[in-house]
T-cell receptor, first 112, second 114 residues
Framework: DTGVSQNPRHKITKRGQNVTFRCDPISEHNRLYWYRQTLGQGPEFLTYFQNEAQLEKSRLLSDRFSAERPKGSFSTLEIQRTEQGDSAMYLC??????????FGPGTRLTVL | SQQGEEDPQALSIQEGENATMNCSYK?????LQWYRQNSGRGLVHLIL?????REKHSGRLRVTLDTSKKSSSLLITASRAADTASYFCATPVNSGAGSYQLTFGKGTKLSVIP
């Protein structure tokens, strides 16, 4: 139990469709991250929230990507007009007061 | 850009042997974290070592950190088939917004043969 759940675990979509992923930390953590991992690579940072404020976005986060954390608890990541290059594992993580980052199980996106 | 690099890229050992993986990084850090990832699954946090620590143990895991060489190692003793996974080191980067996002290498793929 990592303390972070993600839904859905798998998503298959057609190119051009919109998709939304959800991340739910089990307990309150004010610092939340999204990462993306492609095959054979380590995770790459996408965006960072402190409470409900999105404080940092990676250059990887194109304008087709949007993330929210409306009440400082769960977070959503939406990808509009998906492309085949968006196929990846999308990982959510929280940072504890001891600076450990714990990851959720991820959402695997396949764009056909 | 990736801050950390793991070495070797792949490692195959017999069950019961020890496995050592190395990680090098580029800039100064305040901690370094090791993760395990089974195929197609999420990352499992193994251990965090702070910059003022030289060695840390957790069960069969031993992590060392040499800040002068900007390197860390992960030793798994008495390996088991269940240890088969990819192992990543990760270092936090403060880009100014206080995010301390983690940067990862490509990982070491460990295969433990029963």
């Amino acid at each position: 139990d990592t303390g972070v759940s993600q839904n859905p675990r798998h998503k298959i979509t057609k190119r051009g469709q919109n998709v939304t992923f959800r991340c739910d930390p089990i307990s309150e953590h004010n610092r939340l991250y999204w990462y993306r991992q492609t095959l054979g690579q380590g995770p790459e940072f996408l965006t960072y929230f402190q409470n409900e404020a999105q404080l940092e976005k990676s250059r990887l986060l194109s304008d087709r990507f949007s993330a929210e954390r409306p009440k400082g608890s769960f977070s959503t990541l939406e990808i509009q007009r998906t492309e085949q290059g968006d196929s990846a594992m999308y990982l959510c993580a929280i940072r504890t007061a001891y600076n450990e980052q714990f990851f959720g199980p991820g959402t695997r996106l396949t764009v056909l | 850009s990736q801050q950390g690099e793991e070495d070797p890229q792949a490692l195959s050992i017999q069950e019961g042997e020890n496995a050592t993986m190395n990680c090098s990084y580029k800039t100064s850090i305040n901690n370094l974290q090791w993760y395990r990832q089974n195929s197609g699954r999420g990352l499992v946090h193994l251990i965090l070592i702070r910059s003022n620590e030289r060695e840390k143990h957790s069960g069969r895991l031993r992590v060392t950190l040499d800040t002068s060489k900007k390197s860390s190692s992960l030793l798994i003793t008495a390996s088991r088939a269940a240890d088969t996974a990819s192992y990543f080191c990760a270092t936090p980067v403060n880009s100014g917004a206080g995010s301390y996002q983690l940067t990862f290498g490509k990982g070491t793929k460990l295969s433990v043969i029963p």
